[in-house]
Nanobody, 117 residues
């Protein structure tokens, strides 16, 4: 069983920064694709950034150049450094782990990020 726990959300002003972290508890962290999703008010959940088993990290266009996802396979953690925050970044951010080979997918509980203008 895998558990994901996010931390680091909160309130930021326009142009500010926040750093989110996600701790993976379980076996086989390095085998999982790890990702950050978000769901804004009245919106569908969307993928923000994804790291494929420690390889390439891809971002959606709206956060490119502002957000940086990191992965530490020695600590079983991922993080999301968010800079130049905008009000449209306001959302609940979720950590996601997916192992395609065993068809397993897990979600964290979510952490709220609010950006004020």
């Amino acid at each position: 069983q895998v558990h994901l726990v996010e931390s680091g959300g909160g309130l930021a002003h326009l142009g500010g920064s926040l750093r989110l972290s996600c701790e993976f508890s379980g076996i086989g962290f390095s085998l999982y694709h790890m990702a950050w999703y978000r769901q804004g008010p009245g919106k569908e959940r969307e993928l923000v950034a994804i790291n494929v088993r420690g390889g390439q990290t891809d971002y959606i266009d709206s956060v490119m150049g502002r957000f940086t996802m990191s992965r530490d396979n020695t600590k079983n953690t991922i993080s999301l450094q968010m800079n130049s925050l905008k009000p449209e970044d306001t959302a609940v951010y979720y950590c996601n782990a997916k192992n395609i080979q065993i068809e397993a997918e897990y979600w964290g509980q979510g952490t709220q990020v609010t950006v004020s203008s």
